[in-house]
């Protein structure tokens, strides 16, 4: 069992910088024991004043896309062109990896892995999409806390974790492919309507021409949804991570979007909405969890909902038979 | 007070197609007194292995499209050419219409509303999402089991309710105006994603043109969202209540999408995920609703939002210690 710091000396290592320190402390948030998730509310605590200068770009798109390769090259340019310091989060609770098995990503993203100016954390494995939610966000904060200024939150585009994800980020990117007819159907509808930014991936080569004419038909289409309250009309880019193209545009579009909503308040405002959010999201999630595992729930559970998906019982009748044996 | 009939009265009126008994029925399951609502469980019980017969097509679309003069033509259109008997129901929680001020709905409808194949109810007043999602979704049933073989849910496109509105219907129709820039904007995010068919209103006369680019540019713009599981590719319609043109073609879509989603299960299988929907739906609100009003989580809600809201407090933790509290 690995030595356990103090609250202290956790948070200041995070802001120290120490890397160290900060991988312990994500490994702490990650945590389901409760003595380590008291712990972490503690350096949670200590860090959250110093959270929050960062800013958050949620990225999705189907397997294919080329999100690594993406990454790593989106990255590497904000490293060398603009000085970033750049973390890079995964939020994937379908993922088999381990905290020893990320060869795949890391293979991909290498000369980011190896640069003292990125940090690289792969989703913690085996969890919920409801635990991965809450560690990756405590995680966002405690890389905000050890000086990282640009955070990526990377999910794949086919669940749940894009919504997670969207509610997390300040700005959501999502990839795509040209051509995309067949890949399109990956991705799960209304993830198009959160996008800020849409790229077409792998614009190079034979694949130029087409990127190029996607980008006319995306930008026409998104034209014809209306602007959310951010005021933010979104764009769309192509970028080849193979040519190194592409990269400036896109995180020029990222940086208006900060400049737009941080003058008219939608930044602040929908980070502060965020913070409500999840304090919601978590309440209903234990009550849910604690009603669900209520042994009198979980005894009628399969006779009572299979008699609802039949139609031989009204849903509401039957919400209300469960929820009086559970607080009898 | 009214009499109140035994629930067999109440079921075998419904069944005869008694309107007296029908809107009585549906009063009841409007009604929040619980010794209404006891009875009204056990009228849910006797009519629902006779509802579920009908289609249910949700209509939607922002103040000013036309969206009473479009139900009068298309629900006279059905009455007339295909003999359908048609149930227009309401769900509008903002609503400030009450049973006796429909005034202005019942001019802009008042032939279908003479016809006695159809059957107008306009939505409870002063009633949450909640409770008006309920209670329309029993009054469904209740209007199929009284022989109304296709009904109308409609709602204002500005809020929350379309989403309600979507799970308790087959088909989705969103109704839109031609060079919609700014009509556009009352349109939430994401509804446009859930419509099976776009109606293009009011196209006649000078607007013919303009709704036409409009339907061609709507119909690209779909075509780039991947198709659902029903496999259905939403269509875009042009229409003019005024001129009663574009009716057929639009109940067209309304059967293409039934036969294919009949066909391939999809239809059936819908209705089961919803039922069970709406179970896991009022559990949720039941939860929600008792913890929110405990004393305890009450007393100290404002300072810990607050506090989560600033960022001084992980929304984690907050979470945890109300939940404790409501629960100690």
Redesign the interface.
Known sequence: MPKRFTPEEYAQGVLAGNRVLLSRAITLVESTLPSDQMLA?QV??QI??H??KSVRVGITGVPGVGKSTFIEAFGNYLLEQHGKKLAVLAIDPTSQRTGGSILGDKTRMETLAANPSAYIRPSPAGKTLGGVA?ST??SI?LCEAAGFDVIFVETVGVGQSETAVHEMVDFFLLLMLAGAGDE???????I??MADAVAITKADGANLHPATSAQA??Q??LH?????TSKWSPRVTVCSAYEKTGLAPLWESVMDYVQLTQGNGYFAQR??DQ?????K????Q???E??YQHPLVMAQWDRI?QQ?????????????E??NSA?A
Chains 1, 2 share one sequence.
Not at 224 to 228: A, H, K, Q, V
Not at 281 to 284: D, E, L, N, T, V
């Open positions: 509310h949670m605590e959250l004043p959270a929050g809450r966000r405590e904060l399109l159907q990956g991705i799960k509808k209304g198009m309507e038909e995306y026409g289409a014809l949804f209306p602007l959310g980070r502060k913070n409500l959010h999840w304090l999201h978590s309440i209903r234990s009550l849910e604690r009603f909902a609802v998906v039949e139609g031989q019982k009204s849903p509401f009748a039957a919400a209300e469960l929820l607080h």
